[in-house]
């Protein structure tokens, strides 16, 4: 079963609960936190992520996109996600793997970001440790961009190491997901579907949400 997890970042921040309300079919509910020094960009952070709780049943998928997120990674947790994505090239794997533990104290999921130059083989210390692991098909910062096909290899490569080492663990793709290019992700063994201007940019958001589940 393939999982949709429609991004807030093209979302209205002026009508964010409106917004939420408006994909109450997806799975999950896709967090970009940006903190204009991992990316050249500024999004939402602790206090929005506490806002928005309430209002949704749907799990918290929060990607952070900051420098050294272990020292945060607890705070989102406390705050209300229920998954909490890092990336392996914004901290130390020391820091990673005791961010890790943090999370699962607090009963949350873990999951390890990847960019696209990023090799596969960089998720090996984190596998066996998390829940998740999510490859961009976009540089991280901005929605809207196109998606990465070279990422296709990468996300099949994870896959084969998923399958043979931690068979539970999701695999989720973020950036350029929508009708055209979600099949390639799944046929290459992507489960979780981040999406933002391809569900929120849509007139009919539940049929979207639909299509993008295959
Ligand atoms: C990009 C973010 C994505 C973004 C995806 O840095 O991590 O989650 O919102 O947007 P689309 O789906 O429009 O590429
Ligand atoms: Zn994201």
């Given at each position: 079963m393939i999982k949709i997890s429609p991004s807030i970042l093209s979302a209205d921040f002026a009508n964010l609960e409106r917004d939420i309300r408006k994909i109450s079919t997806a799975d999950y509910v896709h967090v970009d936190v940006m903190d204009g020094v991992f990316v050249p960009n500024i999004s939402i952070g602790l206090p929005v992520v506490k806002a928005i709780r309430p209002v949704t049943q749907q799990p918290l998928d929060v990607h952070l996109m900051i420098v050294e997120p272990g020292r945060y990674a607890g705070r989102f947790c406390d705050a209300g996600a229920d998954i909490v994505t890092m990336h392996v090239e914004a901290d130390t794997e020391e820091n990673l793997l005791a961010a890790i533990e943090v999370i699962h104290a607090k009963g949350k999921r873990a999951g390890v970001v990847l960019k696209p130059a990023t090799p596969a083989s960089a998720v090996l210390p984190y596998l066996e440790r998390v829940e998740l692991i999510l490859v961009m098909t976009?540089?991280?910062?901005?929605?809207g961009q196109s998606f990465m096909a070279g990422q296709l290899d990468k996300i099949r490569a994870i896959r084969a190491l998923i399958e043979e080492r931690n068979p539970a663990c999701e695999l989720e793709v973020d950036g350029g997901i929508g009708p055209d290019t979600c099949r390639a992700c799944v046929d290459a063994g992507a489960n979780v579907l981040v999406a933002g201007s391809a569900v929120y940019g849509a007139e009919d958001i539940p049929a979207r949400i639909q299509l993008l589940r295959g």
């Open positions: 976009v540089e991280p910062g901005f929605g």
